[in-house]
């Protein structure tokens, strides 16, 4: 176990809807960190969050969005769903006390596996 | 575009059996190398590796990098079912982690 807890586990919903995922970070942990993981297209970088603020963006679509709030848990927002965006969502938290979050392990949540119909 | 190669892309063998995983990377601004191990879950984190040459070691597990031929292996010996895993290699660099699409190794009792 990580520490890092995400919500739900499963969501099943139908293309063009909107969803929220939930990621707590590890204690006293300042960044997060968001992936996709799909069959065809491996563990993908999405954004980072460092103490509320956004510092590194990777290959996030603009239906998707991300945030991370003053208690530090996050919540990635995917909207105008579509098939191919049913994915295996992984969350990940690290310290965010060293000068550069390269520097940094990062832990993985379980993850939350999205199926959009 | 940053890139991470892996090989082999699925590897069985016997319990006992000492296996190497390949990990070859072209990123821009190279940061770190990291190896995890993924079994039904989430990637749990085995090595970051940031110099040439230094190896890491974790009970049967090591690793070493090489920054001048852009590549980094992962040793297992003495392999046991429980390493039955998708090992993940992840390159950091450009601001942010870009991963392999991994190895899937299969250790037969």
């Known amino acids: 176990d990580s520490g890092v807890t995400q919500t739900p586990k499963h969501l099943i919903t139908a293309t063009g809807q909107r969803v929220t995922l939930r990621c707590s970070p590890r204690s006293g942990d300042l960044s997060v960190y968001w992936y996709q993981q799909s069959l065809d297209q491996g563990l993908q970088f999405l954004i980072q969050?460092?103490?509320?603020?956004?510092?590194a963006k990777g290959n996030i679509l603009e239906r998707f969005s991300a945030q991370q709030f003053p208690d530090l848990h996050s919540e990635l927002n995917l909207s105008s769903l579509e098939l191919g965006d049913s994915a295996l969502y992984f969350c990940?938290?690290?310290?965010?006390?060293?000068?550069?979050?390269?520097?940094?392990?990062?832990?993985f949540g379980p993850g939350t596996r999205l199926l959009v119909l | 575009e940053d890139k991470v190669v892996q090989s082999p892309l699925s590897l069985v063998v016997h319990e006992g059996d000492t296996v190497t995983l390949n990990c070859s990377y072209e990123?821009?601004?190279?940061?770190?190398l990291l190896w995890y191990k993924q079994e039904k879950k989430a990637p749990t984190f085995l090595f970051m590796l940031t110099s040439s040459g230094i190896e890491k070691k974790s009970g049967r597990l090591s690793s070493i990098l090489d920054k001048k031929e852009l590549f980094s292996i992962l040793n297992i010996t003495a392999t046991q079912t429980g390493d039955s895993a998708i090992y993940l290699c992840?390159?950091?660099?450009?601001?942010?982690?870009?991963f392999g699409t991994g190895t899937r190794l299969t250790i037969i009792p």
């Open positions: 990123v821009t601004n190279f940061r770190s």
């Open positions: 992840a390159v950091s660099g450009n601001e942010k982690l870009t």
């Open positions: 990940a938290s690290s310290a965010g006390t060293r000068p550069s979050w390269h520097q940094e392990t990062q832990y």
């Open positions: 969050y460092y103490n509320g603020e956004e510092r």
